[in-house]
């Protein structure tokens, strides 16, 4: 996952409610396909889906190209800046959340955010998790049941209010209630490269949101960047938690946790961390932070994502 815009860095349902029609607290009903599912979301002109093709995909990687590279200051190589694509491996095993304005049309043009979404069972049959380049996420493999692995989230520049945000989580709830998700983790970065430029936040997550030992993901040894760099009393809670990027204190507010040790990654001109959290958490806070979603045209103010 990879935040600040963003966050790098993740079939329907008939009978479901809309999410701000669900009693606090409440889980929807049993959908029948989870298309179906997604297409009872909605604010205003936004709407959720999954990508349906290559042409979906090839979407959505442009706009991972616009955020991280061209607004972000990434580096890509040189295949990807021919085709002004962020792409790697990783797109043709994973599935691709997308939010769409009908406002733009109904085509690729339409998708203006995106969450790249990879389950365990996809991923075991690939090889590999994307965060194990950065992470030593051996204790999450042991987790009973189904595990999905989020990353590469971003939102164009104009969507960045509270509506995206809350209808991607929507979305993302629903596909965990689909797939019966136990655990969810990914990599979410903070923009800039020097840690210590960063201590506030990064000490404020190792000192008071330190996953526990037994689902602790650890940053490869030749990667870890120590985040204790202040001390628990010296550290101001509400200042370190207006640092974080949107995205990363959502994490939080449904009970998140992180790994140890951050990890410096130059391409991406981001500090990441690895967050962890429980979907049985989700179930009851998701509901009370994010269940309220806005109608027509009210985007609010624009910010990371």
Known sequence: MTTVPVERRPDTH??????????????????ESLDAALATLGAGSLIARLAGGAEDVRAAQALRYRVFYDEMKAKPDAEMARVQRDIDPFDDVC?????????RGRGANAIIATYRLLRGAKARAFGQFYSANEYDIRPLMGYDGEILELGRSCVDRDYRGRPTMQLLWAAIAQF????????????????????????????????????????????????????????????NKKAAL???????????RLGGFVGNGAVVD????????????????????????????????????????
């Open 14 to 31: 008939a009978s479901v409610k809309k999410m701000n029609d669900l009693p606090g607290g409440a889980e929807p009903a049993a959908p």
């Open 266 to 305: 130059h391409q991406f001109n981001t500090t990441d961390v690895c967050v962890v959290v429980k979907t049985d958490l989700v179930t009851g806070k998701y509901y009370r932070h994010y269940g309220r979603l806005r109608t027509a045209g009210d985007r609010g103010a624009h910010s990371s994502a």
């Open 176 to 235: 965990v209630f689909h797939h019966d998700i136990s655990l969810m983790f990914g990599c979410a970065s903070l923009h800039g490269v020097e840690p210590e430029g960063l201590a506030l936040p990064l000490s404020y997550l190792h000192h008071f949101h330190l996953a526990p030992e037994e689902m602790r993901p650890t940053a490869l040894p030749h990667l870890n960047v120590g985040m204790d760099l202040m001390a628990p009393d010296d550290i």
């Open 95 to 103: 599935e691709h959340l997308l939010v769409c304005d009908t406002e």
């Open 242 to 252: 207006r640092a974080l990027p949107p995205l990363l204190k959502g994490y939080l």
